[in-house]
Each structure stands twice: as C-alpha cells, then as structure tokens.
C-alpha cells in the first residue's frame, strides 16, 4: 500500500508538472481555469498545493483500499494509507526548503 501511494504521489506531481509545462507553451486562448496555467510563486502557495495534492493522493488510496481490498485486510490497508500520508506530510517542509 505505500508503494501505491508514492505512485499516486508522484503521478500527480509528474500530472501537474506537465499541465504547467504545457499552459506554459500553448496560448492563453485555451478554456482551461486561469488557477490551473497560475504558477506557484510564494512557499505558501507552494505548500496550499501541495497539501491539496496529498490530500487527493489520500482520498484514492483510501477508495481503492474500500473497493478492492478483502474485507480481512481493508483495516491494515486504511492504516497504511493514513501512515503514509501522515508521513509524506510531515516531509514536505523538507521538500519545499526552509520558509524564509
């Protein structure tokens, strides 16, 4: 289960990389919200989005531990997802840098 979600993890940053990459190439003429082609400037903004990222990784782990997981193993399952996302929380000042 913690493998998974790194690979959620890291699917939703290499997702989200992506869209910047490409709002930033492509014109403004496109339908997309302009908070999605917004670039993250300040640490705090930074952070909001990547705890919402977290956040989403979370609600999917724990969704696939309620839907394909056996009932015997649906508990241990739930508790990995919460560790793991306690964990990967607890890192991202690290993975920010330090606040100034």
């Known amino acids: 289960m913690r493998s998974s979600l790194k690979h959620i993890c890291c699917a939703a940053a290499t997702v989200l990389l992506a869209h910047v990459s490409h709002a930033q190439n492509s014109s403004s003429s496109n339908d997309d ?31 696939a531990c309620n839907s394909s997981v056996a009932s015997d193993k649906k508990a241990q399952c739930l508790a990995d997802a919460k560790s793991d996302y306690e964990q990967e929380l607890s890192l991202l000042g690290f993975r920010l840098g330090p606040s100034r």
Do not use: G, I
């Open 33 to 63: 919200p302009a908070r999605w082609t917004q670039e993250d400037v300040t640490l705090q903004e930074q952070y909001a989005t990547s705890r919402k990222e977290l956040a989403a990784a979370y609600k999917m782990a724990v969704d």
